[in-house]
């Protein structure tokens, strides 16, 4: 049987240089992955918690990310597409 995954929102995170990473929340929870790797990076209970751990992983010294929702009522701009399962 084949599973699926419904996301409920997809946060893309912006560093001075572009994407950095993004943020899926889903029914298990805020999955972080980070730009150009194919493996999360970790599932987190909180967007909070999740924003921390992304920006952990980003090279020392780095700013806090800027971002943006996508998803349920959340506005498309950037031109980049997020994926909604409904």
Avoid: C, Q
Wanted: avoid cysteine.
């Amino acid at each position: 049987m084949m599973s699926t995954t419904k996301t409920l929102a997809l946060w893309v995170a912006y560093g001075t240089n572009g994407v950095v990473g993004s943020i899926r929340h889903d029914d298990e929870g805020y999955t972080v992955v980070m730009a150009g790797s194919d493996a999360a990076t970790g599932t987190y209970p909180t967007l909070e918690s999740a924003k921390g751990a992304l920006h952990s992983h980003m090279l020392p010294g780095s700013g806090w990310p800027n971002g943006e929702t996508r998803g349920r009522g959340a506005a498309r701009s950037r031109g980049i597409p997020a994926t909604v399962v409904r």
